[in-house]
């Protein structure tokens, strides 16, 4: 490996860099700093946990270094797929950049937009963002692009996956022309490499390894369970934690409900673990990989919102609680460990449901995991009580009161058979009249009366109306002629 001071870094960066405790350059950044350095366009192409981030932050941090930038007009623009991918390249930049007048801003959804604000009416030299909070701030009059000089996107095939690349493409309309463009991903599907073709000029295409490998100090594992129950995986997920000397570890989920099944199962059974998915509060995402990062919380429990570009590099261990959708998925959730040359192991539950998948994970790896069975566990005994069942007992009740209405609805729905005014019993004699009796009588009489045959209509001499509550002023309303039906 080369040292940092051969790329042709400057003495404020590379003081900047031998304070993290680096002194060798990984290969993508051997290669991608010296071209960025001399402003031309990369397309970076390398295995996770390579160093990319500091490939592009270092160039940028020197390029950006002379110069001032102007209220709402940024020079450089990085953008992440995710809020914690971004926080980690804002991180990045805050140690690379130290030493020199450059600021930035962090701009994420979840949090408050006025800070954001703020600091770009004082100018910021880069804004590190997530697609859809920048053309938010856009549209809303906050910021210009018109002094972009430096374009970096980050994880370009995670940007594909998640649907950003119509945004991509109006961020990239709204920049200058006449700007640098680097694109660093894992993978580089043919839909990323059209959307290149499109923003690049004459790039350097820099690939370290082949797409969609896996690195080799990472020990893969496999256990195939016999059945599919979800208490059989759990069951077995416990036990490759408790055998394995794990200092800390990431279980991968590919369901944001599975997530928070899986972490309440391992909390319940004594383990230190906590969720973190799409869903939850930015704030305690955030929280969570602190502790995460610092030790205070042994297991993360993620979805594949944590498996692009996070850098924690001291995880021990990934499990694969699900075996991934996609493929290039699988590599970069064992990407988490065995990074910057540590050594790292993964793996993975496989159940019969599982096949097809695992098929298109072995095909893309070109590799056999170890097998690892867990023949102590009679997991066909094991079985989880249907939630289905759990729901219907929950809403038993509901479903009995539900079915009383439904059927007190049918009652007063069905047809009143026609009875005689006969046939209505009459009150008992020693009953006392109420005030509201004649009115009782009036209506019993006029439903009566409305299911009866029809008949000639036979108008009858008004009566006077007589009645304390008017007094002598009765309305003239009242003293209408009144129609009764024989």
């Given at each position: 490996?080369?040292?940092?001071?051969?790329?042709?870094?400057?003495?404020?960066?590379?003081q900047?860099?031998?304070?993290?405790?680096?002194t060798?350059a990984t290969?993508?950044?051997?290669?991608?700093?010296?071209?960025?350095l001399?402003?031309?366009?990369?397309?970076?192409?390398?295995q996770t946990?390579?160093?990319?981030?500091?490939?592009?932050?270092?160039?940028?941090?020197?390029?950006l270094?002379?110069?001032?930038?102007?209220?709402?007009?940024?020079?450089?623009?990085?953008?992440?797929?995710?809020?914690?991918?971004?926080?980690?390249v804002?991180?990045?930049?805050?140690?690379?950049?130290?030493?020199t007048?450059?600021?930035?801003?962090?701009?994420?959804g979840?949090?408050?937009?006025?800070?954001?604000?703020?600091?770009?009416?004082?100018?910021?030299?880069?804004?590190?963002?997530?697609?859809g909070?920048?053309?938010?701030?856009?549209?809303?009059?906050?910021?210009?692009?018109?002094?972009?000089?430096?374009?970096?996107?980050?994880?370009?095939?995670?940007?594909?996956?998640?649907?950003?690349?119509?945004?991509?493409?109006?961020?990239?309309?709204?920049?200058?022309?006449?700007?640098?463009?680097?694109?660093?991903?894992?993978?580089?599907p043919?839909?990323?490499?059209?959307?290149t073709?499109?923003?690049?000029?004459d790039?350097?295409r820099?690939?370290?390894?082949?797409?969609?490998?896996?690195?080799?100090?990472i020990?893969?594992?496999?256990?195939?369970?016999?059945?599919?129950?979800?208490?059989?995986?759990?069951?077995a997920?416990?036990?490759?934690?408790?055998?394995?000397?794990?200092?800390?570890?990431?279980v991968?989920?590919n369901?944001?409900s599975?997530?928070?099944?899986?972490a309440?199962?391992?909390?319940?059974?004594?383990?230190?673990?906590?969720?973190?998915?799409?869903?939850?509060?930015q704030?305690?995402?955030?929280?969570?990989?602190?502790?995460f990062?610092?030790?205070?919380?042994?297991?993360?429990?993620?979805?594949?919102?944590?498996?692009?570009?996070?850098?924690?590099?001291?995880?021990?261990?990934?499990?694969?609680?699900?075996?991934?959708?996609?493929?290039?998925?699988?590599?970069?959730?064992?990407?988490?460990?065995?990074?910057?040359?540590?050594?790292g192991?993964?793996?993975?539950?496989v159940?019969p449901?599982?096949?097809?998948?695992?098929?298109?994970v072995?095909?893309?790896?070109?590799?056999?995991?170890?097998?690892?069975?867990?023949?102590?566990?009679?997991?066909?005994?094991?079985?989880d009580?249907?939630?289905?069942?759990?729901?219907?007992?929950?809403?038993?009740?509901?479903g009995?009161?539900?079915?009383?209405?439904?059927?007190?609805?049918?009652?007063?729905?069905?047809?009143?058979?026609?009875?005689?005014?006969?046939e209505?019993?009459?009150?008992?004699?020693?009953?006392?009249?109420?005030?509201?009796?004649?009115?009782r009588?009036?209506?019993?009489?006029?439903?009566s009366?409305?299911?009866?045959?029809?008949?000639?209509?036979?108008?009858?001499?008004?009566?006077?109306?007589?009645?304390?509550?008017?007094?002598?002023d009765?309305?003239?309303?009242?003293?209408?002629?009144?129609?009764?039906?024989?």
């Open positions: 490996m080369t040292e940092f001071s051969k790329l042709g870094l400057s003495p404020t960066t590379l900047a860099v031998a304070d993290t405790g680096y060798t290969p993508i950044q051997e290669q991608a700093i010296p071209v960025a001399a402003g031309r366009d990369v397309l970076g192409i390398a946990g390579t160093g990319k981030t500091a490939a592009f932050t270092l160039p940028m941090v020197d390029r270094a002379s110069g001032r930038a102007r209220a709402r007009m940024p020079r450089a623009v990085v953008l992440a797929p995710t809020r914690e991918l971004a926080d980690q804002a991180e990045s930049f805050a140690k690379y950049a130290k030493g007048r450059l600021n930035w801003v962090l701009l994420i979840g949090v408050s937009m006025g800070d954001q604000v703020a600091a770009l009416n004082k100018g910021v030299d880069v804004l590190i963002a997530t697609p909070r920048l053309l938010d701030l856009f549209d809303r009059g906050k910021m210009l692009l018109t002094g972009v000089e430096m374009m970096v996107v980050d994880e370009a095939d995670r940007m594909l996956d998640m649907g950003f690349i119509p945004d991509i493409e109006r961020i990239f309309k709204l920049t200058p022309p006449r700007r640098q463009t680097l694109f660093f991903s894992a993978t580089m043919p839909e990323i490499t059209r959307l073709q499109q923003f690049l000029k790039p350097t820099i690939e370290v390894a082949r797409p969609a490998t896996t690195a080799d100090t020990t893969q594992h496999i256990t195939r369970l016999p059945t599919s129950d979800p208490k059989a995986k759990r069951t997920l416990r036990a490759l934690v408790e055998r394995g000397e794990v200092q800390n570890g990431i991968f989920c369901r944001k599975e997530v928070d099944i899986v309440k199962s391992l909390q319940v059974h004594g383990f230190n673990a906590a969720p973190i998915h799409g869903d939850l509060d704030s305690l995402r955030m929280k969570t990989l602190s502790d990062r610092s030790g205070e919380l042994k297991l993360l429990v993620a979805s594949d919102v944590a498996a692009r570009g996070l850098d924690i590099p001291a995880v021990s261990h990934v499990f694969n609680y699900d075996v991934p959708h996609h493929a290039d998925d699988y590599v970069h959730r064992i990407g988490r460990t065995g990074r910057a040359g540590r050594l192991e993964a793996f993975m539950i159940t449901a599982d096949d097809k998948s695992l098929d298109k072995l095909k893309l790896i070109k590799k056999e995991p170890v097998e690892l069975p867990l023949d102590d566990i009679d997991f066909a005994s094991i079985k009580r249907p939630r289905d069942d759990s729901r219907s007992s929950r809403g038993r009740g509901r009995e009161r539900s079915e009383r209405s439904r059927s007190r609805k049918s009652l007063e729905a069905a047809p009143v058979e026609a009875v005689e005014v006969s209505i019993p009459a009150a008992p004699e020693t009953s006392t009249p109420q005030a509201d009796e004649a009115p009588r009036s209506r019993s009489r006029k439903k009366e409305d299911r009866a045959p029809a008949a000639q209509t036979v108008s009858k001499p008004a009566e006077t109306v007589r009645g304390s509550a008017f007094g002598d009765v309305p003239a309303f009242l003293r209408r002629p009144v129609v009764f039906a024989d």
